[in-house]
């Protein structure tokens, strides 16, 4: 584009045959003179009076992409001259329906993964489905492997082919699984479906996240880490529905026992199986325990319902996207869509790129630039390993924290250990309600503290981090169930918040060239030892409080880890 406009390279002082260095230098992230020429193309009626939005608590956003973020100069002028036109445009109707329609699918991916633990005491206990050669974690184990090829599959096809076509790609892929799940005849195949369903999840929530930051003007970042709340409320409506259909169409599983088919088989001998205390897999048979097939029938249903109206939105590709792979006049276009979505026009036009590509001539595109990309975005491999140990955290501790700490307290303190086959359904369902909607204010939380100046991203992680990881080591000395119910509360609500955090300072720090990169690298961390976590849990017959003082240890050993990450994103605009 540089020959194909020599007059504009030249109004700006760069002779690009014979002053190549000087224009490196110059237009690196967007030089003065550069950006001064994009203001005169705004509109007056944009631009008039109009102040320039802060982020949520009114800190001023930079645009100029940091110069230690390891991007091609050329690219990085562009983004500050997209991110001035996305802050012009502000906050509009489009966005806010992008906000509502990515919100849909991180509770989906919660929805999901709560449904795993609904169906699974009902699945394990059907005769003729469920084997006792058979480990009932192996359904848990089965997701976590889906969930961590796909946290690495989807974000990197997401650089590849653009953001969009993965963001829908993952949620009919959800929906069509679980109506396959929900007929299989062995738990062998429910398990593969789980890894199918796990691979969904895994790259909806990452690519759901890159799509909405690349949207969103720079002043409303903070959505991406508000938007967390969705999560706790998938888990919630995934309790409810499910405790519907497991309490009415299911064989008996723990004290209360009862089934709801034996009722409708009138026979006397299912009768007094369903009086019993407890229904043996040899007596709980398909017919009779129906209920979790109902709920990943209704799941799926719902899935592809929600995945049929985000067809009532016309989206678009992202313009950062579309800027990396260097279609600049796309990127420009989809800028406008966007704007005259909103009602609002920008200044933006192709002429701005045309003068930063005449400055100097970009860094060559490829694997290698993506691995600089992504080493440079945080000062290095240090800066990376970093932020992996940090998602890596996140993927263990409050599994590990979760399965061990009732054994521990049963043979310690003496407290009974709430399970399917221990309480009745209706405490067992209750309890993971209770602790769903604590799971709901925490991103909302995170986001707002966040935003402050003297905490940002890094501080506010750090502060959910060391709070967690002293609650999971007190954990261990709790008297009773109701205290245990109590701490998991304030678990979760501490675990969302640090994922919510975590996920819009990841999303932020990238650049969109190597984003999908760099968000597969920290998301296989998170996945793989979630992974790990479950494989304990279910080949592990200890009862010891080890599992949990480490997990205890290491958040508060991650909580130092995030002070000293290299950069902080908060009211910088994301290149």
């Known amino acids: 584009m540089a020959d194909a406009h020599p007059t504009q390279a030249e109004d700006h002082g760069v002779d690009v045959l014979n002053k190549k260095s000087a224009a490196d230098a110059e237009s690196a992230y967007g030089a003065s003179t550069i950006q001064a020429d994009a203001e005169k193309q705004r509109p007056a009626q944009i631009a008039s009076g109009k102040k320039r939005p802060g982020n949520l608590v009114g800190t001023a956003i930079e645009t100029e992409a940091s110069k230690g973020a390891g991007l091609d100069p050329v690219y990085a002028a562009k983004a500050q001259l997209l991110n001035e036109a996305l802050l012009d445009i502000?906050?509009?109707?489009?966005?806010?329906?992008?906000?509502?329609?990515?919100?849909?699918?991180?509770?989906?991916?919660?929805?999901?993964?709560?449904?795993?633990?609904?169906?699974?005491?009902?699945?394990?206990?059907?005769?003729?489905?469920?084997?006792?050669?058979?480990n009932p974690t192996d359904l848990m184990i089965s997701a976590a492997a889906g969930l961590?090829?796909?946290?690495?599959?989807?974000?990197?096809?997401?650089?590849?082919?653009?953001?969009?076509?993965?963001?829908?790609?993952?949620?009919?892929?959800?929906?069509?699984?679980?109506?396959?799940?929900?007929?299989?005849?062995?738990?062998?195949?429910?398990?593969?479906?789980?890894?199918?369903?796990?691979?969904?999840?895994?790259?909806?929530?990452?690519?759901?996240?890159i799509y909405l930051a690349e949207s969103l003007p720079a002043s409303h970042s903070w959505l991406v880490a508000a938007q967390g709340a969705a999560w706790g409320?998938?888990?919630?409506?995934?309790?409810?529905?499910?405790?519907?259909?497991?309490?009415?169409?299911?064989?008996?599983?723990?004290?209360?026992?009862?089934?709801?088919?034996?009722?409708?088989?009138s026979s006397s001998s299912s009768s007094s199986s369903s009086s019993s205390s407890s229904?043996?897999?040899?007596?709980?048979?398909?017919?009779?325990?129906?209920?979790?097939?109902?709920?990943?029938?209704?799941?799926?249903?719902?899935?592809?319902?929600?995945?049929?109206?985000?067809?009532?939105?016309?989206?678009?590709?992202?313009?950062?996207?579309?800027?990396?792979?260097?279609?600049?006049?796309?990127?420009?276009?989809?800028?406008?869509?966007?704007?005259?979505?909103s009602g609002q026009i920008t200044w933006l036009n192709e002429a701005a790129f045309a003068r930063v590509d005449g400055g100097a001539g970009g860094a060559a595109a490829g694997i290698s630039a993506s691995v600089r990309a992504v080493l440079g975005s945080l000062g290095g491999p240090l800066g990376l390993a970093s932020l992996a140990l940090l998602w890596a955290s996140l993927g263990l501790t409050f599994i590990l924290q979760a399965q061990f700490v009732q054994p521990y307290l049963a043979t310690a303190h003496g407290v009974t250990q709430v399970t399917a086959t221990t309480v009745t359904r209706p405490y067992w369902f209750s309890r993971y309600v209770y602790i769903s909607i604590c799971a709901i204010p925490g991103p909302l939380v995170a986001a707002a503290l966040s935003e402050v100046p003297f905490l940002g991203r890094r501080r506010a992680g750090a502060l959910f981090s060391l709070l967690a990881g002293v609650l999971m080591l007190a954990s261990t000395a709790l008297p009773s169930r109701s205290a245990w119910l109590a701490f998991a509360c304030v678990l979760s609500f501490l675990e969302y918040a640090l994922l919510a955090v975590a996920?819009?300072?990841?999303?932020?720090?990238?650049?969109?060239?190597?984003?999908?990169?760099?968000?597969?690298?920290?998301?296989?961390?998170?996945?793989?030892?979630?992974?790990?976590?479950?494989?304990?849990?279910?080949?592990?017959?200890?009862?010891?409080?080890?599992?949990?003082?480490?997990?205890?240890?290491?958040?508060?050993?991650?909580?130092?880890?995030?002070?000293?990450?290299?950069?902080?994103?908060?009211?910088?605009?994301?290149?």
Request: net charge positive.
């Open 233 to 265: 409320v998938g888990r919630l409506v995934a309790y409810a529905v499910g405790w519907a259909f497991i309490e009415q169409f299911t064989c008996g599983t723990g004290p209360d026992g009862t089934s709801t088919a034996s009722s409708t088989t």
């Open 279 to 341: 229904s043996s897999s040899s007596s709980c048979h398909y017919v009779s325990n129906k209920g979790w097939r109902y709920t990943w029938w209704c799941f799926g249903c719902i899935t592809l319902f929600l995945y049929l109206l985000r067809f009532s939105v016309r989206m678009y590709e992202t313009p950062k996207s579309l800027l990396a792979r260097r279609r600049d006049d796309e990127a420009v276009q989809t800028t406008r869509d966007m704007a005259h979505a």
């Open 148 to 209: 961590t090829l796909g946290a690495v599959m989807w974000p990197v096809m997401s650089d590849l082919f653009g953001r969009k076509q993965m963001f829908t790609a993952t949620v009919v892929l959800m929906g069509m699984a679980g109506l396959v799940g929900a007929g299989m005849a062995a738990f062998t195949g429910l398990c593969v479906v789980a890894f199918v369903v796990g691979f969904a999840v895994g790259g909806n929530q990452a690519v759901d996240a």
């Open 90 to 134: 502000g906050m509009g109707r489009y966005q806010w329906l992008l906000v509502v329609v990515t919100a849909v699918g991180w509770f989906l991916d919660e929805f999901w993964l709560a449904s795993f633990t609904i169906i699974l005491p009902a699945a394990s206990n059907e005769a003729q489905f469920y084997y006792s050669y058979q």
């Open 503 to 575: 996920t819009v300072y990841t999303v932020e720090v990238f650049g969109a060239p190597a984003r999908g990169a760099g968000v597969a690298v920290v998301g296989f961390s998170w996945r793989l030892f979630g992974l790990v976590a479950w494989i304990i849990a279910g080949y592990s017959s200890s009862s010891s409080g080890a599992a949990v003082w480490f997990s205890g240890a290491l958040s508060v050993v991650v909580a130092v880890v995030w002070v000293f990450l290299p950069r902080e994103t908060r009211a910088k605009a994301a290149a």
